[in-house]
């Protein structure tokens, strides 16, 4: 459970590309309390997100 947990924090700050959009996401957080783990991301046309960080 801690190597899972440890797992999902090393993807907290990562950069996604949406496929078909060509826009670029980074992973703000993730919730794994669900049954199904929950990625939390700040797509670049929303307030907050830099490319640079």
């Given at each position: 459970?801690?190597?899972t947990i440890?797992?999902?924090h090393r993807?907290?700050?990562?950069?996604l590309r949406e496929p078909g959009r060509e826009?670029?996401?980074?992973?703000?957080?993730v919730?794994?309390?669900r049954r199904?783990?929950?990625?939390f991301v700040l797509w670049q046309?929303?307030?907050g997100f830099?490319?640079?960080s």
């Open positions: 459970m801690q190597q440890l797992n999902a993807l907290i700050g990562e950069t826009r670029l996401g980074r992973i703000v957080g919730d794994q309390a199904v783990p929950l990625v046309d929303q307030q830099s490319a640079s």
